[in-house]
Nanobody, 122 residues
Framework: QVQLVESGGGLVQTGDSLRLSCAAS????????MGWFRQAPGKGREFVAA????????YYADSVKGRFTISRDNAKNTLYLQMNGLKPEDTALYYC???????????????WGQGTQVTVSS
């Protein structure tokens, strides 16, 4: 059974940093692309960042480019999202996802975590 468990969310102030983690189990982590998505209250789920199976390719939404960094440690079966320069509009529930996708930015991933809340106060 594949499990993805996010952690690292919290309440921070504008300009602060957070690092989210996603611990994966249940299948070969290094075989799959990984992504981060988020959903703010009253809005749909949106793409944040994604990374190829070996970390060689990364993708970012324009809204986070230059502030967020996605990475993975295949030896630890863990995905990360380093978030710097946080803004109130980054407030959302952040999900990690895993899967064999052709388009990293679309929610075609086949397994999803339960999410971790990030709240940025102004």
């Amino acid at each position: 059974q594949v499990q993805l468990v996010e952690s690292g969310g919290g309440l921070v102030q504008t300009g602060d940093s957070l690092r989210l983690s996603c611990a994966a189990s249940g299948r070969t982590f290094s075989s799959y692309a990984m992504g981060w998505f988020r959903q703010a209250p009253g809005k749909g789920r949106e793409f944040v960042a994604a990374i190829s199976w070996n970390g060689g390719r990364t993708y970012y939404a324009d809204s986070v480019k230059g502030r967020f960094t996605i990475s993975r440690d295949n030896a630890k079966n863990t995905l990360y999202l380093q978030m710097n320069g946080l803004k109130p509009e980054d407030t959302a529930l952040y999900y990690c996802a895993s899967g064999p996708v052709s388009d990293y930015t679309r929610d075609q991933y086949d397994y999803w975590g339960q999410g971790t809340q990030v709240t940025v106060s102004s």
